[in-house]
């Protein structure tokens, strides 16, 4: 009697398993569940590299790492030990693993070319 029961439910256990499949389809993956409670990146560490065309209180990053970071106006930036908080001008010439600042200013505050530091939005 029970087997009769089984044999009749195939037909309705192929359209329940068609349903959990749609329902499936929308649940998103776990990836993505978790991800949205995470923010973007919040400091990187680049090159500094001097220039004297720059002026004092301006550094100068590429557009991309100013969009990862989250810098619209103002940056820090931190070389050992040291911080700085500088007026941002985007340019799309420059690598992404490199900012440029006043040379002037720089040596006056001891960070030589070519240093490693790590920018942050101000």
Known sequence: MWWCLLSNEGGSQQAQKKDV??????IPP?????SQGRRRVLERRVR???SETIPEDILQVSKKLAGELGIKEGAQL?????KFV??????EELPENEVRANEEFMRR???ADNSMATVRSA
Request: aromatic share 4%; hydrophobic share 55%; glycine share 8%.
């Open 21 to 26: 499949k749609q329902l499936v389809a929308v």
């Open 109 to 111: 505050n001891g960070v």
């Open 78 to 82: 931190s070389v050992s030990g040291k």
């Open 48 to 50: 500094v590299r001097l």
């Open 86 to 91: 500088l007026k941002v001008l985007l340019s």
């Open 30 to 34: 776990a990836s993505e569940v978790f």
